[in-house]
């Protein structure tokens, strides 16, 4: 069974800075793209960054120049630095992970359970 384990969210005044973790555990062959979405309320979950297999990284445009993504592929591990924190960053984050459990299997997209990042004005 393959886990996603998000960690590093909480409450941050405007401008200050965060960084998520998240790790992936479990049957594990390979991972193609690695990354992070967030879902405010009454919104839909949306993509904040995500670094593609071929090292392509995509960000929102709402974050760019204010977020970095980076990996280490064999910790399996994906972090998101958020720099310059807005009230309008203020959601739950979810770490997503494109996983093959076994040799050739197919790639299944898998979530972590989310954490809360609020920023207060």
């Known amino acids: 069974q393959v886990r996603l384990v998000e960690s590093g969210g909480g409450l941050v005044h405007a401008g200050e800075s965060l960084r998520l973790s998240c790790t992936a555990t479990?049957?594990?062959?390979?991972?193609?793209?690695m990354g992070w979405y967030r879902q405010a309320p009454g919104k839909q979950r949306e993509l904040v960054a995500i670094l593609r297999s071929i090292g392509r990284e995509d960000y929102a445009d709402s974050v760019l120049g204010r977020f970095t993504i980076s990996r280490d592929n064999a910790e399996k591990m994906a972090r998101l630095t958020m720099n310059s924190l807005k009230p309008e960053d203020t959601a739950v984050y979810y770490c997503?992970?494109?996983?093959?459990?076994?040799?050739?299997?197919?790639?299944?997209?898998?979530w972590g359970q989310g954490t809360q990042v609020t920023v207060s004005s």
């Open positions: 479990g049957d594990i062959y390979g991972i193609n793209d």
């Open positions: 997503y992970a494109d996983v093959q459990s076994y040799y050739n299997g197919p790639y299944r997209p898998k």
